[in-house]
């Protein structure tokens, strides 16, 4: 597609559900990152894919947080038994390559809000 | 202290004003990266650079790699400037993946008419 879509862009939970976050990357980006950014904060790194390598989960914060990538394509951010700390804007990036010298693209973000 | 420090935290001008927003970081680098946030959360990546100097309109980025510097420089300020500017690095330091950004904390920008 022409950006990262980011599915859906607003989610209201109860505490306890578990919920799941899309990220759809740019056609050929074969890097995929999540992000998190609570109110008033900065952007807090959760987990980047490249390629078939093995994700790098370093900065998921719960083991309450899991992510899956199909191949090079779609990814699923999974939050189970969400808690109200969890409110937040998710941000999904892609980019052409990992970890080095290319540019980001954002998706628009999932607004997470656990009531 | 953090590895990505930007400064001022809030800036308010006057449309037209020249704004400098300045950006130093305390690892290795391989290169920085400058992203505005608009109001509505929409992040979009304005440079990246790991040498030098770049320019795209209004917007001018530099870096001094042996100061561990950056600085965004805005020409001709205009209220739709009003956003956060956000610089994030990417880090040779890092002991992983080289997957992450180091984001700084955000500098808010508001441009009156």
């Known amino acids: 597609g022409a950006g990262v879509s980011q599915s859906p862009s607003n989610k209201v939970t109860e505490k306890g559900k578990d919920v799941e976050l899309r990220c759809d990357p740019i056609s050929g980006h074969t890097a995929l990152y999540w992000y998190r950014q609570r109110l008033g904060q900065g952007l807090e790194f959760l987990i980047y894919?490249?390629?078939?390598?093995?994700?790098?989960k370093s900065g998921l914060p719960s083991d309450r947080f899991s992510a899956e990538r199909t191949g090079e394509s779609v990814s699923t951010l999974t939050i189970q038994r969400t808690q109200q700390e969890d409110s937040a804007v998710y941000l999904c990036a892609s980019s052409l390559a990992g970890g080095i010298d290319y540019g980001y693209t954002f998706g628009s973000g999932t607004r997470l809000t656990v009531v | 202290k953090n590895e990505v420090e930007q400064s001022p935290q809030n800036l308010t001008a006057q449309e037209g004003e020249f704004i400098t927003i300045n950006c130093s970081y305390s690892?290795?680098?391989?290169?920085l990266h400058w992203l505005q946030q608009h109001p509505g959360g929409g992040i979009v990546s304005l440079f990246m650079l790991s040498s030098g100097k770049k320019k795209h309109g209004r917007l001018i980025a530099t870096i001094n790699i042996q100061e561990k510097h950056s600085s965004l420089h805005i020409t001709a300020s205009h209220p739709r400037d009003s956003a956060v500017y956000i610089c994030?690095?990417?880090?040779?330091?890092?002991?992983?993946?080289?997957?992450?950004?180091?984001f700084g904390k955000g500098t808010k920008l508001s441009v009156k008419p």
């Open positions: 894919f490249q390629g078939n390598s093995a994700p790098d």
């Open positions: 994030a690095v990417s880090s040779t330091n890092y002991g992983g993946s080289q997957g992450n950004l180091i």
């Open positions: 690892v290795g680098i391989s290169a």
